[in-house]
């Protein structure tokens, strides 16, 4: 097996020209909008950025309806979508739209009504570093899963799972290359939910789990 080379990245924030002010032009603009950088954005900047992560409503529409809007009904339906179970972003997005046209479809709802602040849809674009960290082995995860840059947990853990052909993240497909041995662990950190959860608190989430299998690591390593 190739050596396990980690990368750190941040993402770059884009405006991209679009604005809504009430909730009928949210929905127009959702609607058009195709490029899936566009609900990323919207759904896991906070976790690089956790200064302005709202606790309570973690994605950006949620927080939005509940702030701006005032409508904590719509914003509740919202925050509870976790954009780790959608195959796709154009899935997430769709899901959002059927929330949004069955809180339109509610009797005494009025969609025109501005809201105090405009939701601008900005878009995101992942940039890498290189962090010279190399790992040869599986027992080298013991060493470095806890001390690893957020970014990289970000990347090898969230990121891959939009750009492996299984959907998995880097960890478990990195694993699965080397022999059955390790498909405990393997399969162990692919079911880790890293939405709802801060990259502390996944980072320490993947950690636990390596040393929970350290004797077999280290046997077999």
Request: charge should be negative.
């Given at each position: 097996?190739?050596?396990?080379?980690?990368?750190?990245?941040?993402?770059?924030?884009?405006?991209?020209?679009?604005?809504?002010?009430?909730?009928?032009?949210?929905?127009?603009?959702?609607?058009?909008?195709?490029?899936?950088?566009?609900?990323?954005?919207?759904?896991?900047?906070?976790?690089?950025?956790?200064?302005?992560?709202?606790?309570?409503?973690?994605n950006?529409?949620?927080?939005?309806?509940?702030?701006?809007?005032?409508?904590?009904?719509?914003?509740?339906?919202?925050?509870?979508?976790?954009?780790?179970?959608?195959?796709?972003?154009?899935?997430?997005?769709?899901?959002?739209?059927e929330?949004?046209?069955?809180?339109?479809?509610?009797?005494?709802?009025?969609?025109r009504?501005?809201?105090?602040?405009?939701?601008?849809?900005?878009?995101?674009?992942i940039?890498?570093?290189?962090?010279?960290?190399r790992?040869?082995?599986?027992?080298?995860?013991?060493?470095?899963?806890?001390?690893?840059?957020?970014g990289?947990?970000?990347?090898?853990?969230?990121?891959?799972?939009?750009?492996?052909?299984?959907?998995?993240?880097?960890?478990?497909?990195?694993?699965?290359?080397?022999?059955?041995?390790?498909?405990?662990?393997?399969?162990?950190?692919?079911?880790?939910?890293?939405y709802?959860?801060?990259?502390?608190?996944?980072?320490?989430?993947?950690?636990?789990?390596?040393?929970?299998?350290?004797?077999?690591?280290?046997?077999?390593?």
């Open positions: 097996m190739d050596p396990f080379t980690v990368a750190d990245c941040a993402l770059i924030v884009m405006a991209t020209g679009e604005k809504a002010r009430n909730l009928r032009e949210l929905l127009d603009r959702i609607r058009r909008m195709d490029d899936p950088g566009v609900m990323y954005f919207h759904f896991w900047d906070g976790l690089l950025h956790p200064d302005f992560v709202d606790p309570e409503y973690q950006d529409f949620a927080s939005w309806v509940y702030h701006d809007l005032h409508d904590r009904r719509l914003a509740e339906r919202l925050s509870v979508l976790n954009p780790s179970t959608f195959n796709t972003m154009d899935q997430l997005r769709e899901r959002v739209i929330i949004i046209e069955d809180r339109m479809d509610e009797a005494g709802f009025d969609p009504m501005d809201a105090d602040n405009p939701f601008f849809f900005m878009r995101s674009q940039l890498l570093f290189d962090t010279q960290i790992m040869e082995r599986p027992a080298d995860l013991l060493t470095w899963m806890h001390q690893l840059p957020l990289s947990v970000f990347y090898h853990f969230i990121d891959a799972r939009r750009r492996t052909k299984t959907g998995r993240n880097d960890f478990t497909e990195w694993l699965w290359g080397w022999d059955d041995n390790y498909g405990v662990l393997a399969e162990e950190i692919a079911v880790i939910d890293p709802f959860k801060s990259l502390y608190e996944l980072r320490a989430q993947l950690a636990e789990a390596v040393h929970r299998h350290e004797k077999g690591i280290l046997a077999d390593g």
